[in-house]
């Protein structure tokens, strides 16, 4: 029995539900149930959801997708059946199952001409935070022209490569010969405020052709 399928009959014994009753529910047949329950059948997420609110408890709250999860039992199976004759390949086994399920994500610099470190993300569908896993990285924070944004020097920002102008997004921007990290805001189809607040707001009126966004930072992790 898999772990969803353990957890949603225990839910459904708890309420005195029968599996007839919550397939009749879910407009399922009672034999799904019963395989889903012993491990059989793998549910997507609009059924959990579904589930879920019949069943009145959540049961989404595990931390890998159910395609993540057989993923991961199928490795386990493996890793057993190796442990006895090759120990020596547990930890490859290891490194590529955890491979698929989670990414070091490189900290740059504004230049992103050097790696400053690593953040271990996870993936969920071959993307992290709903972006491509291979457009994702993180800024360290070099000034603190942005402080009235609450965004600090030394802190890390969460960010994507693109050269989109995302109107009221704080994005980082190469103008001129500089790397900074400005608020857009969009004024035209030709023009555009970018702004900055070291404790007071500074806005600079561009032609949008003179500034070029190297990405969109989506949120901060602040240092303490």
Known sequence: MSRVG????????????SQKQLAKKLGV?????????CGRKVVNQDLIDRISKVLGKDINDISMSFEEQVFVEEKEK???SIKKDKPEE??????EAFASIIKSVPVYNYDMNKVLGTRQMPLLNNKIEGHNQEKVFFLEIEEDDMIGFRIAKGDLAFAFATNEFFNNSISLIQ???KRLIRQLRRLDSNKALIISNKGSVITE??????????AKLERI????
């Not at 353990?6 to 539900?17: H, Y």
């Not at 561009?206 to 190297?214: A, C, S």
């Not at 992790?221 to 303490?224: A, F, G, N, S």
């Open 6 to 17: 353990d957890k949603i009959k225990n839910i459904r014994m708890s309420t005195g539900m």
């Open 29 to 37: 047949a009672e034999n799904f149930v019963n395989e889903v329950e």
């Open 78 to 80: 493996k890793l057993q």
């Open 90 to 95: 547990v930890s490859d086994v290891w490194n």
């Open 175 to 177: 103008q001129g010969d």
């Open 205 to 214: 009126t561009v032609e949008i052709k003179e500034i070029k966004v190297i």
């Open 221 to 224: 992790e602040i240092r303490l």
